[in-house]
C-alpha cells in the first residue's frame, strides 16, 4: 500500500495527550474507520474501546483488533447517534471520540461512489440509509436540490446547478459522471482551487447519510454517557459541522447550561468545560505527510458533573439544517 493509501488518523497525538489513555478506562470510538485511534488507545494496558461504526466494511478491521485484544475491545455496526443505546451501566465511560472525516479507503471505494472522480450511478451511502445520491438528485424538486447544496454545501450557485439537473433528468438518468458535467458546466467562474464539485458532492454525502442529525444526536448522547470528569473530542473537516460542535460545546459550557432536575433559582455549575478556547488544528509536518489533515480542528470538552438529561437548544438553532435533511421523507414514500 503506498502513502497515499495509508489512513492516517488526524492529530492523533493531540487527541491521545488530551483524553489520556494512560489512565485506564472505556473509550468510545463513534467513527471506528480503520481503526486508528482505537489502536493507539489499546496500546495502554488498562484500556478498554467500545467502536462503532455504520459502514459494515469496518467490520474487516474490527475482527483483527477483536483477536488480539478479546477482553478490552467491542464492536458495533449502528450509527453514533445510538450511542445512548449501548448497555454501558458498568462502564467507566473516560472518553467519546468523533473523526467526522471519510477514509482514504472510504473515498476510493468504487461501490460507495463518494468522490467526483467515481464512474456509474451515484450512490454515497456510509451504511444503514435509507436512499442513495441517485435517488435523491433524479427526484427531488429544484428547490429542494438548491436548498440541499445551499444549506449543506454552501454553495453559491447552488440555483443554477439545481434548474440544469432538473432540465437535465428529463431526457436521462443522472450519473455521476453527468452530475460533474452539470456542475462544471454551470459554473460561471471556471478555475477553482479544489474541484467545482467538491461542494455538491459534500452537500450530497450529508444528505444521504444525515450527517447534521446524526452529529447532533451524537453530541448530545456523548454528553449523556461520559462520565464526570470524563472528555468529548471532536475532530471536524468543514464549516459547518465544526460550527455545530463549538455551539454545542460552547453552549453548555456557559452559565446557561443545567440539568432538567436542578431546582429552579439554584446557581448551577456549568455542564461541560471547554478544554481548547480555540480548535487544534494539524501540525505543518502532519499536514505534509497527510495534506487532507489541512482542514481538521479539534474541540474538546471535559463533563464537569454527573448528569444525564439536560436542556439544550442545538436542536432549535440548526433546525433549518434538519429541514433540509427531513426532504429525504419524499423518498422513503416513494421508495419503500
Partial sequence: MSD?????????????????????????????????????????????????DRDSESMKEAEKIQNKFEDRFLFKNIKFSQLNN????????????????????????PKKRLSFDSIGELNM???????????????????????????LGEEKESKRISHNIVEDRKTREITTEELVRIIESSKRKKKYKTHSATKIFQALRMFVNKEITELIYGLIN??????????????????????????????LSENNSVSRYVPKGKEEENLLKLINKKPIIASKREINENPSSRSAKLRCVIKKKNFYDFKTDILDKFNYLIEVENYSKKLWKKWY
Fill in 222 to 251: 456523548a454528553a449523556k454517557v461520559v462520565k464526570k470528569d470524563g472528555i468529548i473530542a471532536v475532530v471536524t473537516f468543514h464549516s459547518l459541522e465544526d460550527r455545530i460542535v463549538k455551539y454545542f460545546f460552547k453552549s
Fill in 125 to 151: 451511502k456510509m451504511g444503514i440509509n435509507d436512499f442513495s445520491a441517485k435517488e435523491a438528485i433524479n427526484n427531488l424538486d429544484e428547490k429542494e436540490l438548491e436548498k440541499i447544496f445551499k444549506y
Fill in 4 to 52: 497515499m493509501e495509508k489512513h492516517y488518523p488526524v492529530l492523533l497525538n493531540e487527541l491521545i495527550s488530551i483524553i489520556s489513555p494512560q489512565h485506564g478506562g472505556t473509550f468510545i470510538d463513534c467513527t471506528f474507520g480503520q481503526g486508528g485511534y482505537t489502536k493507539k488507545i489499546l496500546d495502554f494496558p488498562d484500556t478498554k474501546v467500545i467502536a462503532l
Fill in 86 to 109: 449501548l448497555k454501558l451501566k458498568n462502564e467507566n465511560i473516560k472518553g467519546i471520540i468523533f473523526d467526522l472525516g471519510y477514509s482514504y479507503t472510504q473515498i476510493k471505494d
